[in-house]
């Protein structure tokens, strides 16, 4: 695939949930987020977050949870998922994919 056909597929794909293999056996994924002249430009997520082992950064006397409710507290949801930039060349782009986000 060449550069132009590369850019096209990822303007096709802008801001969905993509894997990317180039052509050096590399996968990647994450959400397409800019896509210029050279470079794809990928949100990629850092992983799940252990929510039991983030209370052991924070202790609680006697073991126990502040105000009787353990983390979350009630009306508020885990933290959000973490992203970082991931940049790679549309030059060794081999193949992208759509895939499901959960």
Same mark, same amino acid.
């Given at each position: 695939?060449?550069?132009?056909?590369?850019?096209?597929?990822?303007?096709?794909?802008?801001?969905?949930?993509?894997?990317?293999?180039?052509?050096?056996?590399?996968?990647?994924?994450?959400?397409?987020?800019?896509?210029?002249?050279?470079?794809?430009?990928?949100?990629?997520?850092?992983?799940?977050?252990?929510?039991?082992?983030?209370?052991?950064?924070? @202790? %609680? $006397? /006697?073991? #126990? !949870?502040?105000?009787?409710? @353990? %983390? $979350? /507290?009630? #009306? !508020?949801?885990?933290?959000?998922?973490?992203?970082?930039?991931?940049?790679?060349?549309?030059?060794?782009?081999?193949?992208?994919?759509?895939?499901?986000?959960?």
């Amino acid at each position: 695939m060449n550069k132009k056909e590369a850019q096209a597929l990822c303007f096709n794909h802008m801001h969905r949930y993509v894997s990317v293999t180039m052509s050096d056996g590399a996968m990647f994924d994450g959400i397409v987020e800019h896509v210029d002249e050279d470079q794809l430009y990928l949100a990629v997520p850092v992983g799940n977050v252990d929510h039991e082992a983030m209370r052991a950064f924070a @202790p %609680y $006397p /006697y073991g #126990g !949870y502040p105000y009787g409710y @353990p %983390y $979350p /507290y009630p #009306g !508020y949801g885990f933290p959000r998922r973490r992203f970082v930039r991931q940049v790679l060349p549309l030059a060794g782009l081999l193949a992208l994919s759509l895939l499901p986000y959960y």
